[in-house]
């Protein structure tokens, strides 16, 4: 259960919520406050929409896979045939390697997915740091391209740290405040804000569309926006 007033986990029977103190005579999990429909973690995450959302993701995610496995598997037995730069079967079975790579990698997402694990926790912490990266250009060339990386620090309540990271892009960053109240949907991997009362937007939990706060439905997906 969780408290209607900060959204904090509170035991079953607990009279007074150990965050914030506020009275749990009228405990529940998503009540939001009086006069407000934008404060508490919606019940909408139990639309059917969100399931076939992330069986449609699975399935494109291991068909992806499947037709970059065939392509490596006939480019590298192709490749042998013509004696490119070695003769089958050695190119065959590295093809066959590479295709397996991609199927065991789509594989290993579908499987996260099923394994995530939903949690409660607060905004700790933001950070901005300047960074940067290697970038290629072929023939030995390169340089050192800087980027800004925008984090956003989660306390779970389980004492956890996790992070929300973007590049160039303060979108999320501006979006959460210190101390706001959060859920991590494990199975989608998205976080939903507990008080969406002062905001303009929102984000599908689903596709990770950034939507208008006075759109029910994610208008990429279709999936209920959770609000």
Known sequence: MYCPVCGAAVSGGAKFCRACGSSQGQQSAVSPPAGSSLVGFSP???DPAFARYLRQSNLWAIIFALILA?????GSYIAGERGTEMDN?????IGLGVGGMFMTIALFQVLNRKRGQTFDGTVEDKHV???SRRHEYGDG????VDYLLYMVVVR???GKKHFIRTENDDTRYNYYQIGDRVRYHGGLKTYEKYDKSNDQIIF??????LCDIADDHCFRCKCPLLK
């Open 129 to 131: 740091r300047k960074k």
């Open 141 to 144: 060339d390169y340089r050192y």
């Open 44 to 46: 909408k995450i139990s």
């Open 70 to 74: 065939v392509v490596a598997i006939v």
């Open 89 to 93: 079967p050695e190119s065959l079975y």
């Open 156 to 158: 779970s309540d389980s």
């Open 204 to 209: 599908c939990n689903a596709c990770g569309t």
